[in-house]
């Protein structure tokens, strides 16, 4: 028999989302440090500091660092300048408003050598201003790789002296910021700018692929012999413009292209990569490069992964996934969720990861880029296992919850929290769309297909404010139609009878390849879902601007659809939550979510939240209720 327990911040504070936990600035640091000690409770003015470069401190890396607060004095200790930088920002974190720091010990170095953050520029132009403002953040989180996309089909984005013709408007994808690109003095400006925030600039020339405006411009491919002779000469003059000691490494792409010579193609661009003074990168999948170059493993699928790794040569993680592929909620779950290089660990193979923010769809306002994709909630995991390392030791698939009893679901429970007081107290200027929801348990039915009576369902047991139904199946050996539909219920201990507001959704579009069913019609939420609160529907907050639109029930790449720019009614985190009314006691939460076309992303949300102004923050006074 099944008892209603409703859970409180006394019974497993895990599993209730009432108020944020108020953790302290010393439990909240992300990444957290590889050791802490609070030494006394006291707070002391941020003031007399001492910063000492000791090459000879006792730590494992050049990035390590040591701080030590006293109420006499703090000491930032490191082996170079770069981990005084990161000393710095871990201060920048423990201080308050007021200026007040805990008294603690902190010895810190990063478990992996490279931390990227990868902007794709080629698609879509970002300003030098945003560039700036994104390296900074990198380096509040102790990232320290900018990944510049330079070039992709729409443009090249790099001046060129010797080919002018590559920055000519008229052989760019139209809409596409058509005659926009870098300067060599601002690409400069950019290297030297996050040089001095311990951020390294990694360019990307994608070459063969990635290339139709190379295409358009010389009227034959960069794989040919006379492109080849192109490349070699915009390549040089690169090079020359920015030297060696600037740019160590460099990135050549090589992926999603068939040529008829592919050994000779990359046995060139390594080599000439190389006799530049540079460490190549390419991708993988992709052209087969060289054990000495750099493979950035992209490909999600898990078998595929392990035969990467094993492969013989130095590697990078981007297998986690991308920003713009998963509903926001879920992929930052599944960030923290992940285990780094499948080693947790640092290695002369496993060198680390770099997060990818892939703007397939035109951008007409580049600050949406980082809310529609979940940049913040997507980073701050990342940053917490890449640079702390280790692995919180999920077993099943990383895109679906733990319960929140287990030690990894406690774990997720935490890290949620720290991500709601960075959000709160730390971050500047970025907008952090994200509400800790990790505890929220539903009893989901499975059903044969589309249709099948309620009663004849099986239930499974799901957690977190968004699912991701497609994996959640895959996890449960649960065979997917191209149409099905499912129930999801939980319920909402209310100490008093009050209106709440939630972000609600049964769908999340990938910013990719757009596949969606669209919005609803009006007055009806998208993709023909349902939101039932005890027994009475409700719909969506707002009135839709094009109802029933951006329906694409396929991959848009390269078509007219991948034109249109994402509009913040699409997305459940960016648009006007709904307003809930709850009885005091037991309230009953019903979710309907059909699947209504073969290859659609199947997910839904319930995330309780209050609004204030750009911020969001969990509703007090209510509690979930978990079914035993």
């Not at 730590?59 to 006499?72: F, G, N, R, V």
């Not at 330079?150 to 090249?156: E, I, K, S």
């Not at 699928?301 to 297998?319: H, R, Y």
């Not at 892939?358 to 600050?367: I, L, P, T």
Request: proline share 5%.
């Amino acid at each position: 028999m099944k008892k209603h327990l409703v859970l409180t911040l006394c019974i497993m504070f895990v599993c209730i989302i009432s108020v944020s936990a108020q953790y302290n600035r010393v439990e909240s640091l992300i990444p957290a440090p590889q050791k802490i000690e609070l030494k006394k409770k006291s707070l002391v003015l941020n003031a007399n500091v001492t910063e000492r470069i000791n090459k000879k401190l006792d730590l494992p890396t050049d990035e390590a660092y040591t701080l030590t607060i006293s109420s006499k004095q703090i000491v930032l200790t490191a082996k170079t300048e770069q981990g005084l930088i990161w000393a710095r920002q871990t201060l920048r974190q423990l201080t308050d408003k007021n200026g007040y720091v805990p008294q603690v010990y902190i010895e810190d170095y990063p478990a992996f050598d490279i931390r990227g953050f990868m902007n794709d520029t080629g698609r879509n132009f970002v300003e030098v201003d945003i560039l700036k403002r994104h390296i900074d953040i990198m380096s509040q989180y102790k990232l320290n790789v900018f990944h510049w996309h330079l070039t992709d089909h729409p443009a090249w984005r790099v001046e060129s002296k010797v080919y002018p013709q590559l920055n000519d408007a008229k052989f760019q994808r139209k809409g596409r910021d058509e005659g926009k690109f870098y300067t060599y003095d601002e690409i400069r400006d950019v290297i030297d700018y996050a040089s001095k925030r311990g951020v390294m600039v990694v360019p990307e020339i994608d070459m063969p692929g990635h290339s139709q405006f190379f295409d358009a411009t010389f009227g034959f491919s960069m794989a040919s012999d006379k492109g080849m002779a192109i490349l070699e000469k915009c390549l040089t003059e690169f090079f020359e413009e920015i030297p060696a000691e600037l740019c160590p490494y460099f990135h050549i792409g090589s992926d999603e292209i068939h040529i008829s010579n592919p050994k000779e193609f990359m046995a060139w661009a390594e080599g000439f990569v190389t006799k530049h003074g540079r460490k190549a990168i390419a991708w993988d999948p992709g052209l087969t490069a060289s054990p000495t170059t750099i493979r950035q493993v992209w490909n999600t699928a898990s078998a595929s992964n392990i035969v990467a790794t094993d492969k013989e040569g130095p590697f990078l993680d981007s297998f986690m996934g991308y920003l713009n592929y998963y509903n926001p909620m879920v992929f930052s779950d599944k960030m923290f969720l992940h285990n780094p290089c499948l080693t947790g660990k640092g290695s002369d193979k496993a060198k680390g990861g770099v997060l990818c923010l892939w703007n397939d769809v035109r951008v007409d306002d580049n600050m949406n880029m980082e809310i529609h994709n979940g940049m913040m909630s997507g980073l701050l995991p990342f940053s917490e296992r890449f640079w702390h390392g280790g692995s919180v030791g999920h077993k099943g698939n990383t895109a679906v919850n733990p319960s929140p009893i287990s030690p990894e679901g406690v774990a997720l429970w935490e890290f949620q929290n720290k991500m709601v007081f960075h959000r709160d107290s730390i971050i500047d200027n970025a907008r952090v769309h994200f509400v800790a929801s990790s505890a929220i348990e539903w009893d989901i039915t499975i059903p044969a297909k589309r249709g099948t009576p309620q009663n004849a369902m099986r239930t499974i047991k799901a957690w977190g404010g968004s699912v991701d139904l497609e994996e959640l199946y895959l996890e449960n050996n649960v065979k997917l139609s191209p149409t099905m539909d499912s129930w999801a219920i939980t319920y909402i201990h209310s100490a008093k009878e009050q209106t709440i507001t939630a972000w609600v959704g049964f769908e999340a579009t990938a910013r990719s390849n757009r596949i969606s069913n669209g919005l609803g019609y009006q007055g009806e939420w998208e993709n023909d879902g349902r939101l039932i609160v005890n027994g009475t529907d409700v719909a969506p907050a707002q009135k839709w601007k094009k109802p029933a639109g951006y329906r694409y029930q396929y991959h848009t790449w390269a078509q007219p659809p991948s034109e249109v720019p994402f509009d913040n009614e699409q997305f459940f985190w960016t648009r006007k939550p709904v307003t809930i009314s709850l009885k005091k006691g037991r309230n009953m939460i019903e979710m309907y979510i059909p699947k209504v076309f073969s290859g659609q992303r199947w997910s839904f949300s319930f995330i309780p939240v209050e609004v204030d102004g750009d911020k969001f923050r969990e509703v007090k006074g209510i509690g979930f209720v978990q079914n035993h």
